[in-house]
T-cell receptor
Framework: DAKTTQPPSMDCAEGRAANLPCNHS???????VYWYRQIHSQGPQYIIH???NNETNEMASLIITEDRKSSTLILPHATLRDTAVYYC????????????FGSGTQLTVLP | EPEVTQTPSHQVTQMGQEVILRCVPI?????FYWYRQILGQKVEFLVS????????KSEIFDDQFSVERPDGSNFTLKIRSTKLEDSAMYFC?????????????FGPGTRLLVL
């Protein structure tokens, strides 16, 4: 599975959009980009995933560049409860694939 | 909303003792996983399980570890003889068979402390 690079930490003002970048320059054609987050040692929480098109759900939007070498997770109106470690994970499809977690980005939403 | 549950939330044990961590995956899911996270470190994959067999396992998942689905609802991780370095949060996850990619949903974890 491709390796990902994320900034170790970011701050965001409450109510503003949080844009979390991820580089995955070695991604291959059949690998998906997944985003999870972990709030203070709780279980990782699935946010969103995509292959090459931009995706949006009730939690976030995922923007994947045309060459698929990077992506951005957007939380449109960050709240204090969005303070967490955000993980960008690239994984091949298939049954029971393991997720490889990196160090992620610690997002702190400031009041 | 369906969720993965885990028991106990905390477990303290003596080195060398056996522990069993329990998980109830989401009811219609077919794939089950265990991950662990040592304090301050990354979440690490241990094992995946499908159709009553191990699908993948990591180097961490040695002979001291085993998994079982003893009935239609529970999924367990057994550590036969615990070591100090087994102290960690253990997360269970499950996923449904849904096309090419199965989203994994995680439980709240069991904090294991080995003394």
């Amino acid at each position: 599975d491709a390796k990902t690079t994320q900034p170790p930490s970011m701050d965001c003002a409450e109510g503003r959009a949080a844009n979390l970048p991820c580089n995955h320059s070695t991604i291959s054609g059949n690998e998906y980009v997944y985003w999870y987050r972990q709030i203070h040692s709780q279980g990782p929480q699935y946010i969103i995933h995509g292959l090459k098109n931009n995706e949006t759900n009730e939690m976030a939007s995922l923007i994947i560049t045309e060459d698929r070498k990077s992506s951005t997770l957007i939380l449109p109106h960050a709240t204090l409860r969005d303070t967490a470690v955000y993980y960008c994970i690239v994984a091949r499809p298939g049954s029971a694939r393991q997720l490889t977690f990196g160090s992620g980005t610690q997002l702190t939403v400031l009041p | 909303e369906p969720e993965v549950t885990q028991t106990p939330s905390h477990q303290v044990t003596q080195m060398g003792q056996e522990v069993i961590l329990r998980c109830v995956p989401i009811s219609n899911h077919l794939y089950f996983y265990w991950y662990r996270q040592i304090l301050g470190q990354k979440v690490e994959f241990l094992v995946s399980f499908y159709n009553n067999e191990i699908s993948e396992k990591s180097e961490i998942f040695d002979d001291q570890f085993s998994v079982e689905r003893p009935d239609g609802s529970n999924f367990t991780l057994k550590i036969r003889s615990t070591k100090l370095e087994d102290s960690a949060m253990y997360f269970c996850a499950s996923s449904a068979e849904a096309g090419l990619m199965e989203t994994q949903y995680f439980g709240p974890g069991t904090r294991l402390l080995v003394l």
